[in-house]
């Protein structure tokens, strides 16, 4: 945040309220110093495991324990939240390592929720997805691949199909090639090194 030609974000954007903002890593500083918070150079960046401590309830970290292990990669920190901003969370290095304004709708966190080494960060990411945007867990893997299969059997009907699929393999295999004559019959498949 303290280097020439730092990014910005549309100030519009804040005040949008069209649907809930998630930030991570450096994106909640970047809210912070625009918004009126605080981010400064504390000469202790945190890189690799941190310990968090949750200091204040949020959906974010509904049914997470109150300290976890998280990832952290930065040398700024929030040191002060904006006005109209909670402080949720809280590293030995960065007093603000998760804030929230759910009247702005607007949510981030400093530290990688996505990565293995934060071992509950698909919780809390889930909990953004379910608990704050309302979103519903309506597809899977397999619901998805049912869903293609029906869509191509309605295309297709009765008529005959060549279809080309790639076949992952170690070492790599020559692609396979099926033909299906209806949408009822088994494929028939056969290999070439096209």
């Not at 909670?86 to 702005?104: C, H, Y």
Request: charged share 20%; net charge negative.
């Amino acid at each position: 945040m303290h280097v020439e030609a730092a990014p910005r974000i549309d100030a519009a954007v804040y005040d949008a309220g069209a649907c809930p903002s998630w930030a991570s890593v450096t994106a909640p500083q970047l809210i912070a110093q625009q918004l009126g918070g605080e981010v400064a150079r504390t000469g202790r960046g945190e890189y690799g495991r941190t310990q968090l401590q949750v200091v204040n309830t949020s959906a974010l970290f509904e049914d997470l324990p109150p300290q976890q292990d998280v990832w952290m990669s930065h040398f700024d920190a929030i040191i002060g939240a904006p006005d109209g901003f909670r402080v949720v969370a809280s590293t030995p290095d960065a007093p603000v390592a998760a804030l929230e304004s759910p009247d702005r709708q607007i949510y981030g966190v400093q530290f990688h929720p996505e990565v293995a080494h934060t071992p509950r960060g698909q919780e809390l990411l889930k909990n953004f997805l379910f608990g704050v945007c309302g979103c519903r867990p309506t597809w899977t893997h397999t619901s998805i691949i049912e869903q293609a299969v029906d869509a191509i059997r309605t295309q297709v009907g009765d008529e005959e199909v060549i279809c080309g699929l790639p076949v992952a393999s170690t070492p790599p295999s020559p692609r396979r090639w099926c033909t299906r004559r209806s949408a009822t019959n088994s494929p028939a498949c056969t290999s070439t090194t096209a």
